[in-house]
């Protein structure tokens, strides 16, 4: 059996699957399907036979996913786990050379290689403008960047520090859920790295997002997202909410966010819960 377990969460991706799955041929796959409507999993089936595939009636999201996969690799004794979009694809050598890194370097509970756009001309728009720049030269290794935060489109987990921080936590079945999880890693003590010299894919299709949407993941998901950092006070989050609500709706020219506002406040609880579970290591479900 390999030694690192491939993870794909597929919702109606039949624009990218033959590639992203080609690119990792020969290492262990789990599929996770979202009930897609477009034929994706019945041609994983045909054309990927040796991927395992988990065909689920409804869509548990990114984070319901991605979290049967780790519960996958965990039971099988996997030594690390690459989550990769559906959009996104590898280039050769690319999973030896980040097995090796994390290997090597402990100290690492998340690394990702470079993510560039599909022509592999310029780093993807997103990793470009969120994740370098917050990114430092590491003090252990020369081939690695330590950063607060990569995103989960390409990502290996090593299985200390899946064993230690858990699985997504369910506050986040979609946005914020890579946030919180670089959040909970970094509490605990591991680092989060991006292998510098190694470059992959993420295809991701810029596109004109509707005001709701916005708001919704970079407002109400990102103020849930500070809530349940546990790198900062939570009080301190807490009396942030009201000028992040007037920040955002200057921003975005209307009252949305504070529309929104009472429907943070409502998730406090959870929140809490959320804080309490993820401070303690070992725990599998949040």
């Known amino acids: 059996m390999s030694r690192i377990l491939v993870i794909v969460v597929t919702y109606n991706g039949m624009r990218w699957i033959e590639q992203c799955l080609s690119s990792v041929s020969g ?21 990927f036979p ?22 996958y690799a965990l039971e099988r004794d996997y030594e690390a786990v690459y989550l990769l979009n559906q959009d996104a694809w590898l280039l050769p050598g690319c ?6 890194l994390i290997d090597s370097y402990p100290q690492y509970g998340i690394l990702s290689p470079m ?8 780093c993807n728009r997103g990793f470009r403008g969120d994740v370098l720049p917050t990114a430092s030269e590491s003090t252990i290794c020369e081939d690695i960047l330590d950063a607060p935060y990569v995103p989960a489109s390409h990502w290996i987990v090593s299985r200390r520090c899946l064993e230690t921080v858990g699985l997504f936590a369910s506050l986040f079945p979609h946005f914020g859920n890579d946030d919180n999880y670089c959040h909970r890693a970094l509490y605990h003590g591991f680092r989060i790295g991006i292998a510098k010299n190694v470059r992959v894919v993420h295809d991701h299709l810029p596109a004109k997002k509707p005001l709701e949407y916005l708001v919704y993941r970079n407002y109400f998901m990102s103020a849930i997202v500070r809530l349940c950092n546990l790198n900062r006070p939570y009080w301190a989050e807490v009396l942030r909410l009201l000028p992040f609500a007037l920040v955002k709706t200057v921003k975005y020219k209307s009252l949305l966010p504070l529309k929104k506002f009472p429907g943070i406040c409502r998730t406090l609880p959870q929140v809490r819960k959320t804080r309490e579970l993820t401070r303690q290591a070992g725990v599998r479900e949040v």
Do not use: C, W
């Open 95 to 100: 999973l030896d050379t980040m097995m090796s």
């Open 27 to 47: 290492t262990d796959v789990f599929v996770f399907d979202n009930a897609s409507t477009d034929g994706t999993p019945d041609y994983i089936e045909e054309h």
């Open 115 to 122: 993510q560039m756009d599909a022509d592999l001309q310029n």
């Open 50 to 71: 040796q991927v395992h595939l988990v065909r689920s009636d409804k869509n548990l999201d990114f984070a319901g996913g991605n979290n049967a996969g780790f519960r």
